[in-house]
């Protein structure tokens, strides 16, 4: 009986095994010579710049401290880590031999070159939107970067998700190639927008959330997701903002990283507000157009909470001393807070005119108000700083001043006494858990 089981079950195996091989496989495109760069129109590189640009394409495939496009960036997800791969004109190392056809059917379908199945942290299900004359464009300014010689460290996944085979199944679940559809009822600008945030700059990527087997929720577009560690916050009606954004406060901050009223840009934003910050004024306000739209206006109770937030931070400019509520880790976090973070959020004493006197009072800050403290402790340990060469605002990190217990109290005292927001539980744990993040992260 156990024999005649195990037979089923090895014929049961091997059946699905083929057909997941003869789903998976997909022919090569015959390889090119590297294109001369004089085949490319000065124009279409130019626009492929700011199209790479807008789709951020140089953060997933540079390595911390490496040579732009070559490759090496390291993508941690639930399943392993997935190297960005070498997207140089490098012959052998990069896509040099790789044609037009072959690259439009990488970016629009998730397929190799050779044929092989790419993972989807490479957001295909998202540049599947894209126009040819997008597409065309991308190719001629990454065929024209300069050849970088740099093999891509081999991926580090689990089994059995190494079998890139059953890419082939997620993509029958998950994949839903498609050419974008202008909405007719809406103007050009917002149709741009919704083109650049659904297809180039794939926004849904990180602030979507994801189910067990990687694919976004398709039911929750842009309602909050993860990205490197940190909490990307939900960008439609769900929002926790504490104020608000508006058309103009989105332009202001995907613009520059940075608005009066809301969070300074972290994390995986820098880069791309670094990016958005160099594309035509014009893309940028289309992004900002569709997404406001996409948030709605916000209601009674969500006006009623910003002009709360809002007094809060308004009493606070004229408070020389952050209070001390009576609990006693509270008190900690009081103290705390007043010799490390009052000067520059929110204490009368800071200085007019130097760069602390514009650092965001916490009652406005969305870190304070998500549901998970990851975001606000990830600032605390490591500090803020713009992109390299970018001005912005800086914050130094807090990681070998303060242990655990005493960052879980400056994150409890700005939860309890800058929101109105419950307060987070475990906040020890919590700490201890981004502080392993980010050792692993510097390895």
């Known amino acids: 009986m156990i024999r005649r089981f195990l037979l089923i079950l090895l014929v049961l195996v091997l059946f699905v095994g083929a057909v997941f091989a003869i789903f998976s496989w997909r022919a090569g495109i015959a390889p090119i010579e590297p294109p001369a760069r004089a085949s490319f129109e000065a124009a279409t590189i130019e626009r492929g710049a700011y199209l790479a640009a807008l789709g951020d394409c140089v953060a997933c495939h540079t390595a911390p401290g490496g040579r732009a496009y070559a490759g090496g960036f390291p993508l941690r997800t639930q399943f392993g880590t997935i190297y960005g791969t070498n997207i140089t004109p490098d012959p052998e190392t990069g896509i040099g031999r790789w044609s037009l056809e072959a690259f439009t059917r990488a970016v629009r379908e998730g397929v190799a ?5 790419l993972y989807p942290v490479f957001p295909y299900d998202h540049f599947t939107l894209l126009g040819d004359d997008d597409i065309r464009a991308l190719y001629a300014f990454i065929m024209t970067r300069e050849p970088v010689r740099a093999e891509t460290p081999a991926n580090e996944v689990y089994f059995p ?8 199944g997620w993509k029958i679940l998950f994949f839903r190639p498609a050419a974008f559809r202008s909405d007719t009822a809406q103007s050009d600008e917002w149709n741009r927008g919704a083109y650049l945030v659904q297809g180039l700059a794939h926004c849904g990527a990180c602030h979507t959330p994801r189910n067990l087997l990687g694919a976004e929720k398709r039911k929750m577009p842009l309602a909050g997701g993860e990205a490197e560690g940190w909490h990307a916050p939900a960008i439609d009606a769900q929002s926790r903002a ?10 202001r901050y995907l613009r520059s990283g940075a608005d009066a009223r809301h969070e300074t840009a ?6 791309v507000v670094h990016n958005l910050g160099s594309v035509p004024e014009s893309e940028v306000r289309a992004i900002a157009v569709y997404i406001a739209s996409v948030m709605g206006a916000p209601d009674l109770e969500r006006q009623r909470r910003a002009q709360a937030a809002m007094a809060r931070a308004a009493e606070a400019e004229g408070a020389p001393e952050p209070h001390a509520p009576g609990d006693g880790a509270l008190r900690t976090g009081a103290a705390l807070y007043a010799g490390s973070c009052a000067q520059c959020h929110g204490s009368a004493s800071r200085n007019p005119g130097a760069p602390s006197s514009e650092a ?7 870190s304070a108000s998500l549901p998970a403290p990851s975001n606000l402790i990830r600032i605390v340990l490591q500090g803020l700083a713009p992109a390299d060469g970018d001005a912005g605002a800086f914050m130094p990190g807090f990681s070998g001043a303060y242990t655990d217990a005493q960052v879980a109290a400056i994150a ?12 987070w539980r475990n906040l020890e744990r919590e700490v201890r858990k981004v502080r392993a993040q980010l050792a692993k992260e510097a390895r």
């Open 412 to 423: 409890a005292y700005v939860r309890a006494t800058c929101t109105d927001r419950p307060e």
């Open 266 to 271: 972290a994390g995986p934003m820098t880069p």
């Open 113 to 117: 070159r050779d044929g092989r199945q």
């Open 242 to 251: 504490p104020v608000p954004w508006t058309e103009e406060s989105l332009y």
């Open 360 to 366: 965001l009072h916490l009652a406005l800050s969305s």
């Open 161 to 168: 998700i190494n079998f890139r085979s059953l890419i082939a």
